[in-house]
Nanobody, 121 residues
Framework: HVQLVESGGGSVQAGGSLRLSCAAS????????MGWFRQAPGKEREGISG???????SYADSVKGRFTISKDNGKKTLYLQMNSLKPEDTAMYYC????????????????WGQGTQVTVS
């Protein structure tokens, strides 16, 4: 079965950095698109970034220039490097896998991790 496990969340001060990881198993990782999403209390789940099977990336305007998505097909791991963090970045962060086009719409993805909390103060 497909399993996605996020790690790397934590509490940082504004302007700091975190690197999130998502370890994948149970599917042919290299053939899937992967994405990062976040959800703050009382808000809808928000797409952040996506990467397709060929490595092409896309970003939401809210994180463009600050966050970088990448993947290691050999390790079957997805990463999100987050720099210049702001309080509004505080949320539960989720990774996802699907057979879409590598964007960051929730409907493109059908496999989800459990989330990792990021708090920026």
């Amino acid at each position: 079965h497909v399993q996605l496990v996020e790690s790397g969340g934590g509490s940082v001060q504004a302007g700091g950095s975190l690197r999130l990881s998502c370890a994948a198993s149970g599917f042919t990782y290299s053939s899937y698109c992967m994405g990062w999403f976040r959800q703050a209390p009382g808000k809808e789940r928000e797409g952040i970034s996506g990467i397709d099977s060929d490595g092409s990336t896309s970003y939401a305007d809210s994180v463009k220039g600050r966050f970088t998505i990448s993947k290691d097909n050999g390790k079957k791991t997805l990463y999100l490097q987050m720099n210049s963090l702001k309080p509004e970045d505080t949320a539960m962060y989720y990774c996802a896998a699907g057979r879409g086009i590598g964007g960051f719409e929730v409907d493109e993805y059908n496999y989800w991790g459990q989330g990792t909390q990021v708090t920026v103060s």
